[in-house]
């Protein structure tokens, strides 16, 4: 978390988020109206964070890494927009950590040249739609982050994207699995594109596929920039 996160959070009368989300600030919760729904409510709980705000009080929507990246913020703004401009709220969006991020940087390097980040959720995505990504992404020889990569629902989906790969890179093109970026269970995991899924995937976990020229050197991922060395 940034310090501006921080800041904001510290500042708020009212803290918004999926329940989850909320149990992994709870330092900062006492003294605060708390708004928290389960999974698949997020309209719900964006719908009541627009009208606090509008109310006059100061409203955090928290989402994990960044709110800008699979988060809450374009949301926020789609329903803000829908009142009169005299009715709307100030929105103020703070970056964060995003996952890719984190995950990245205890990895090693391995998104130092271009990179694709495809979420496997199907619940808002037609999978047919995420699976032309995939193949296009891995086509194009793109580093490729996968977001939400494994549910007790979607076991299957993991196993198509690594198919989809094999036929355009390497079985021994690195892989790293990271879980819990930055949390009190963080893991990292460096695999090949032939076993990476023997490894323990779940929603918590961040993987990153290296493009053809991604190798690994004491225990690092690294994409080259193209520097001469």
Known sequence: MSKRAADALAAAEVIVGYDTYLGLIADFLPGKKIIGTGM???????????????????????SSGDPGIYGMAGLVLELVFKYPPALQPVVDI??????????????GA?????????????????????????????????VIALYNPKSTRRISHIEQVREIVLRHRPATTPVGIVHHASRKDESVVLSDLENFTREHIDMFSLVIIGNSRTYTAAGRMITPRGYSL
């Open 40 to 62: 698949t409510q997020e309209i719900d709980r964006c719908q009541a964070a627009v009208e606090e705000a509008m109310a006059g009080r100061r409203v955090a929507v928290v």
């Open 94 to 107: 703070v970056p964060g950590i995003s996952a890719i991020g984190a995950a990245a940087a205890l990895l």
């Open 110 to 142: 391995p998104v130092m040249h271009d990179f694709a980040v495809i979420s496997l959720s199907d619940l808002l995505t037609p999978w047919e739609t995420i699976v032309k990504r995939v193949e296009m992404a891995a086509a194009g020889d793109f």
